[in-house]
């Protein structure tokens, strides 16, 4: 394999995501970054002393073959488009857009520039019980298939000031505005690479359980959790979550079929449950079935050694395969798969402060839809340029933090609202 050129925008989870490329034999040969100090941090992780820069403009003309967008969350869309337009592969982490009409212009691009790979880069349908479950669909035995669970559960310390400082360090920052639906893509990710559904319509409800008591707390949303449920193009079900939390941390995931079902067990490491019916099972099978799957991968020392239970690993390689062989990525990987799975976060929050209302998923691949959404600009985000939020971000939209709440965080946090709110709006200046 030719040794790919990578930089990498967005430091933070950038970083940790580009160790992996080179780990693949990749030169990290540029990183930017607003925030001076996250350069500084990782300046010396990789071998070649990469080109340092602050601002995008001066970063895209650096020669390389690929980027990491690991920027921020809902900011991907537009970075995407300057990269296909210099014809660099496009390594997108989680949701493709922040918005409907994005969406749009990221499929637009991708039509103008077919030569340029864009890869969502979702991880979670590679950890190792998720693999699993893929394997067992494509034998068949589960029958067809009617009903996907998908749950990413990840309830955080309220007193971690640790992790605040790190991925939550100003007021306006987009996780103290994100809603519960829009972090989708770890529960719905895994459920469409199994299956090969894309999601035709969407509903949605909440769980408001607000954080009571004296924490340090800037959050614009007391949701625990959106139950998102979808009608599929194959006329199955799923019912997921988008980044919920409540009870023990989890990521869970259930197939269910005709003849027989899979799932791994929760809060038992990647131990999977394969059952079938007496009727229904193989020869070779047990009505139930457990037991923890195998890698069987020729890289499994290097998986293993690598983040979320070796799936950024196998997410970088899966990329650099597509760029290899001049191809597009698989479902759910490519940008309609990416722009459908933005289309059910947005649109299931839609939903689920409109009562639950049935939401269609656009198919870009039609001009009239593409229409439809063209100017569909909607946000729960603070601008960059310091625009207030379109929509509220919690399903109670006068929700807000205490006073206490805010006055901790900003006692902590104060210092760094104005300096890093001027930071981002002169990152995305260029």
Known sequence: ?????????????????????????????????????????????FEGEPAMYNNFDEFIEHDMDAVILGNYFHEHAPYAI??????????SECISNGTMAEGVELIRASEKYPDVVYFLAENYPQMIFNREMQRVVKTGTLGKLLYAEGEYNHPGDPDDLGFKRTYNYFSKHWRNY??????????????????????????????????????????????????????NDDGSIFRVTGCASFGGHHNAYRI???????????????????????????????????????????????IIASGHGGADYLTARMFL??????RQPEHPFHVHSAVAMSSVAILAHRSMLNGGKPYEIPDFHTEEARKQYENDRLTIFVGADGKEPDLPCCSHPDYRPTEKQFAMYQEIFGQYDEKFAELHRATLKH
């Open 321 to 326: 395969e597509c760029i290899e062989e001049g």
């Open 178 to 231: 994100c809603s519960t639906t829009y972090y989708i893509t770890h529960s719905l990710g895994p459920v469409m690479r199994a299956t090969g559904a894309t999601p035709k319509v969407v509903t949605a409800f909440a769980a408001f359980a607000p954080l009571e008591g004296d924490h340090a707390f800037a959050g614009h949303s007391g949701d625990r959790a959106a139950i998102i449920t979808t009608q």
């Open 256 to 302: 269910c079929g005709t003849e027989g079902q899979i799932e791994n067990l929760r809060g038992m490491g990647a131990k999977i449950m394969l059952r079938y019916n007496g009727w229904t099972k193989p020869e070779d099978m047990e009505e139930v079935n457990c037991y923890d799957p195998s890698w069987n991968d020729p890289d499994e020392e290097k």
């Open 82 to 91: 300057r990269c296909m337009e210099k014809g660099i592969h496009v390594y």
């Open 1 to 45: 394999m030719k040794k790919y050129k990578i930089g990498v925008f967005g430091t933070g989870r950038g970083a940790d995501i580009a160790r992996n490329f080179a780990a693949l034999g990749c030169e990290i040969t540029a990183l930017c970054d607003f925030n001076e100090k996250r350069l500084e941090n990782v300046k010396d992780w």
